[in-house]
């Protein structure tokens, strides 16, 4: 049979945004038709929702004050009433319904938007909110699968910690992922299975498989960021562009600056002056962040990819990891009451 896939989109409003690219790479992954000898089963569907103006409106609900307002109102009403039936609909029919997002290290409450948002902050949302929407699209007694395309969703609030290791129950009960299964389980009497992943998460444009930061490649941008927001790292830049203002004036001052950078970028360069000093430091900064950038961009494919289940018989979720060392194994981190 074909498959269905719906992206809800909450993660950018441009057309080179995340979103889109993903949807594109889901498409290569499920091309119109899945094998010629499948021709006849159905076509392969991926329907790209965009869930900006929906998740508003639960922000701003209709205020219904009168029966005149009431009457007045009817017809955004119905409105909504009609998406919301529609994309439940379609939901019921997904093989898997996916929740595209920016994520954040450093930040397990909220989700963020990216290309063409314009609200300045760029938060679009907190788990609560996206729960609360998502929840309204699933019907009791059916079984979905969920997949939440963040960056770092599945990681906790101590983002130190190490990710491929034993994690306790706080750490895991922590992370974005978990708080929004665990409101989707308490809002519907949907059977829900969710994935979410400890990295930074793309999709190969060519295969439309998830590709996710190793945890190495997780700590090196951590490191990154603690590193450009260090206040000596500040003072480096800061009194390098001063030296470059003062100097680069003409074109002799210029040509002075260039060549002290360029003995300066030599690996065994030893400063000769306070000028060459500012350079050296910067050249030395620069490289050590370059290397943690460069680090940082370690992708896999089976990788950080966390599964989180919920028995509501008895109450019970459980939480695994779902690779290691790129074998599935669907180890158990967690097992306990939601």
């Given at each position: 049979m074909g498959k269905t896939i719906v992206f809800f989109n909450l993660a950018d409003k441009h057309e080179h945004g995340l979103a889109h690219s993903s949807a594109l790479a889901l498409r290569n992954k499920y091309p119109r038709y899945s094998a010629v000898w499948e021709f006849m089963a159905g076509a392969n569907q991926v329907h790209l929702v965009d869930l900006f103006d929906l998740l508003e409106q639960e922000r701003r609900p209709l205020q219904i004050r009168s029966l005149g307002s009431l009457t007045a109102l009817m017809p955004q009403l119905l409105q909504r009433?009609?998406?919301r039936?529609?994309?439940a609909e379609l939901c019921g029919r997904a093989d898997k319904i996916m929740i595209g997002v920016h994520g954040h290290f450093g930040d397990t409450n909220q989700g963020y938007a990216g290309m063409g948002w314009?609200?300045?902050?760029?938060?679009v949302g907190t788990a609560s909110e996206f729960a609360r929407l998502v929840a309204g699209f699933l019907c009791a007694g059916k079984t979905y699968k969920l997949s939440l395309i963040m960056c770092f969703g599945a990681r906790s609030a101590r983002p130190r910690v190490n990710h491929d290791g034993n994690l306790d129950e706080a750490d895991i009960k922590s992370s974005f992922a978990y708080k929004f299964f665990k409101e989707i389980c308490q809002r519907s009497e949907a059977t829900v299975t969710m994935t979410a992943r400890?990295?930074?998460?793309?999709?190969?444009?060519?295969t439309g498989r998830?590709?996710?930061?190793t945890e190495a490649a997780v700590q090196a941008e951590m490191d990154n960021a603690d590193?450009?927001?260090?206040?000596?790292?500040?003072?480096?830049?800061r009194t390098y562009e001063q030296l470059q203002r003062f100097?680069?004036?003409?074109?002799e001052g210029l040509r002075k600056f260039r060549d002290m950078e360029d003995r300066m970028e030599a690996d065994h360069a030893v400063p000769r002056n306070s000028a060459e000093r500012t350079i050296k430091n910067y050249v030395d900064l620069r490289r050590q962040v370059t290397q943690l950038q460069q680090q940082s961009s370690d992708l896999a494919g089976k990788y950080g990819k966390f599964v989180y289940?919920?028995?509501?018989?008895?109450?019970?979720?459980?939480?695994?990891?779902?690779?290691?060392q790129g074998v599935a194994t669907f180890g158990i981190l967690y097992q306990g009451q939601l």
């Open positions: 009433i009609r998406e039936v529609a994309i314009g609200m300045g902050s760029g938060v400890t990295g930074s998460v793309a999709f190969d444009a060519s998830t590709i996710v930061q590193l450009q927001a260090a206040e000596y790292t500040k003072r480096i830049a100097m680069c004036n003409t074109q289940q919920y028995n509501r018989t008895d109450g019970v979720v459980t939480v695994m990891r779902k690779y290691n």
